[in-house]
C-alpha cells in the first residue's frame, strides 16, 4: 500500500475546502484514520462531557482556546493509539500560528501539511449547501470562520512552506478530480525528511 511513510498528515484549508469529502476517501482507500477535529468537538458536546462554556462554543461553531482544544485532542489521540490506529489524517488543525507548537505536542509533528486550495465563492457554496447533521453551516458561521482562516492561514502555509512539509492541493474542482490531483500531488512529493521514516 503507498504512503505508508506517513503517519502524521495535517489538512488545511478553508471551510468548504473540500476536507472532509477527501479525507474520508483517502482514509479508505489508504489504510488512514481520519481524525476530524470538528466532528470530535461536536461528538464531545452531545457526550455532555465538556465545561458548559465549551459546549456552548461548539454549538455556535466558534473557535475554541487552545487551552481548551489541546486536552480534547490529546485523550482522543490516546484512545486512537491503544485502538491501534498510528496513521493519521488530522483535519482541521493547527487554526494559527500560535497554535502550532501545542498542536504538534498534542498529535505529534506532522510528516506532510496538506493545503486544500479552494476560491472563495466555491467554499462559501460548499458550505451552505452541504447540510451535514448537527452544524450550524449558515452565512455568518462561513464568514466568521472564512476571516480567521484568511487572517491565519498565510502564516501557517508559510511555517510548514519553510520547512518543507507543505503540499498544495487545489480542491475546486469535483471530488473525484480534487482525489485525482491529491494522489498526484502524494505520489509526486520527493521531501528528504520522509525518506528518513
Known amino acids: 500500500m503507498e504512503f505508508q511513510h506517513l503517519s502524521r498528515v495535517y489538512i488545511i484549508g478553508a471551510p468548504g475546502a473540500g476536507k472532509g469529502s477527501l479525507c474520508t476517501k483517502l482514509a479508505a482507500d489508504y489504510g488512514f484514520y481520519h481524525l476530524s477535529i470538528g466532528d470530535l468537538l461536536r461528538k464531545q458536546a452531545e457526550v455532555g462531557d465538556l465545561r458548559p462554556d465549551i459546549i456552548r462554543a461548539i454549538q455556535h461553531s466558534a473557535l475554541l ?9 490529546e485523550h482522543a489521540i490516546e484512545e486512537l493509539s491503544k485502538a491501534g490506529k498510528q496513521r493519521l489524517l488530522i483535519d ?13 505536542g498534542a498529535v505529534g509533528s506532522p510528516d506532510l501539511v496538506l493545503f486544500f486550495d479552494c476560491p472563495e465563492g466555491l467554499a462559501k457554496h460548499r458550505f451552505l449547501t452541504r447540510h451535514l447533521p448537527g452544524r450550524s453551516d449558515d452565512i455568518d458561521t462561513f464568514n466568521a470562520r472564512y476571516t480567521h482562516y ?3 492561514n498565510v502564516q501557517i502555509v508559510a511555517h510548514y512552506q519553510e520547512k518543507g512539509l507543505l503540499v498544495t492541493v487545489d ?14 500531488a502524494l505520489r509526486s512529493t520527493e521531501n528528504p525528511a520522509h525518506n528518513e521514516l
Open 65 to 73: 482556546e487552545t487551552e481548551d482544544l489541546v486536552p480534547i485532542i
Open 92 to 104: 482541521g488543525v493547527p487554526r494559527s500560528v500560535q497554535q502550532i507548537g501545542a498542536i504538534e
Open 150 to 152: 484568511v487572517r491565519q
Open 171 to 184: 480542491t475546486s474542482g469535483s471530488v473525484n478530480s480534487s482525489y485525482a490531483k491529491l494522489l498526484d
